[in-house]
């Protein structure tokens, strides 16, 4: 699952066809008796059948039926993960194999590879290999997530600091050599949570939160379309964010003729005369799947990342992905569901730090959560402790 991870970074269409196999594999020769539905499996599974589902209502049945066999490739990816990580170990397994595939990404494709103005191109942007380099941008944000991630869950030592420094070094150089904005948006909102929370013990989770819903209800409703065009600066400044008040509007439209069920899982992408998505996961989800799917996506989301304690986490999940998410098409891509299912896990860091058999107290140099206080010993005259 770990290598599968860090394929999944630079390679989606290999990743894709390998998953199912894979990932029922680790289901099966894992504990198949032990396998509990919570509330995210159980959401994911639901959200697949309403993608088949939309095949009974759609005009665009053939493309229906490609979408939801994807969504159900990247959801079986998702469960096959989030069933399998139990311990702090196997998480940081995933997760390091995940920023692997992500180094090596910028290393072969940005520095040792062709040179991207030489590349082909689909859409005006440059391909890497099977992925489209917004793909790579975005999947080395979710790398500098999980290194957050690798950062929390172990004790810092100098060998894994130089190690995570490095890591996140090439992998902030791949996101600039990018030119890609919602990831570099997305990386420095990961650095500025990260920097907040190192300089205020409180950290305002609920405000993030609150930022990102705001920004969500803005590019839905269309309201900051023009105002927004203010801040369009850098090196690839269109008028129409390269696009996207072009087909967000288009969107809007299109979702507005079916809102409880929508035009069929992806439909959109085929009908809406552009032949692209809607780089918005609410719009592209509510075009194909309406408010009952939207309502399952976002559902299955929330408690994916509402099970953990640990705040610094959840916002560096918030401030890189939600520029991914709200201008991308990510949400069915096969790198942001390992993400996912890795930080439907997170509660696996909130439990002590005891994977290994605790060594006797009575040792000398145990630590001190085995010690026994000497006062917490019986004596009796002349005889000892009382064994």
């Not at 940081?92 to 062709?114: D, E, H, Q, S, W």
Request: charged content about 10%; overall charge positive; glycine content about 8%.
């Amino acid at each position: 699952m770990a290598a599968l991870a860090g394929l999944s970074t630079f390679d989606p269409a290999f990743t894709l066809s390998i998953a199912p196999v894979v990932s029922i594999a680790v289901l099966i020769l894992g504990r198949p008796l032990t396998f509990k539905i919570d509330p995210p499996v159980l959401l994911a599974v639901l959200f697949a059948l309403w993608a088949w589902m939309s095949m009974t209502w759609t005009t665009a049945e053939d493309f229906t039926s490609a979408t939801a066999v994807l969504w159900s490739e990247v959801l079986l990816i998702f469960i096959a993960a989030y069933d399998l990580i139990k311990s702090r170990s196997q998480l940081r397994m995933i997760a390091a194999g995940f920023v692997t595939g992500a180094v090596f990404t910028v290393a072969k494709n940005l520095y040792f590879g062709p040179d991207l103005t030489e590349t082909a191109a689909t859409g005006g942007r440059a391909v890497l290999g099977n992925a489209n380099i917004n793909y790579v941008a975005y999947a080395l944000v979710t790398a500098l997530v999980l290194i957050v991630v690798l950062w929390v869950s172990r004790g810092r030592t100098k060998f894994s600091v130089l190690l995570l420094g490095a890591a996140s070094a090439v992998v902030i150089a791949g996101i600039m050599a990018t030119d890609t904005r919602a990831a570099q948006v997305g990386a420095a909102g990961i650095v500025a949570w990260s920097l907040v929370c190192a300089v205020i013990r409180r950290q305002p989770l609920k405000l993030l939160v609150g930022v990102v819903l705001v920004a969500a209800f803005c590019i839905v409703t269309g309201i900051a379309d023009q105002a927004s065009l203010a801040y369009e600066s850098g090196t690839r400044v269109t008028g129409d964010w390269s696009g996207r008040l072009i087909i967000w509007p288009i969107a809007r439209e299109m979702w507005a003729e079916n809102p409880v069920v929508g035009l069929g899982a992806g439909a959109f992408t085929i009908m809406n005369g552009l032949g692209i998505g809607a780089h918005n996961f609410v719009l592209q989800t509510g075009t194909g799947l309406g408010l009952i799917g939207v309502g399952l996506l976002v559902a299955l989301m929330w408690t994916a990342l509402a099970g953990s304690r640990q705040p610094l986490l959840i916002g560096a999940f918030l401030a890189g992905s939600a520029p991914l998410y709200l201008s991308g098409m990510w949400e069915a891509s096969p790198a942001a569901w390992v993400a996912m299912a890795v930080f439907a896990r997170l509660k696996v860091l909130d439990s002590p730090r005891r994977e290994q058999d605790p060594p006797a107290a009575n040792q000398p140099n145990a630590p001190d959560w085995v010690k026994v206080p000497q006062s917490q010993y019986l004596i009796r005259p002349n005889a000892g402790p009382i064994r």
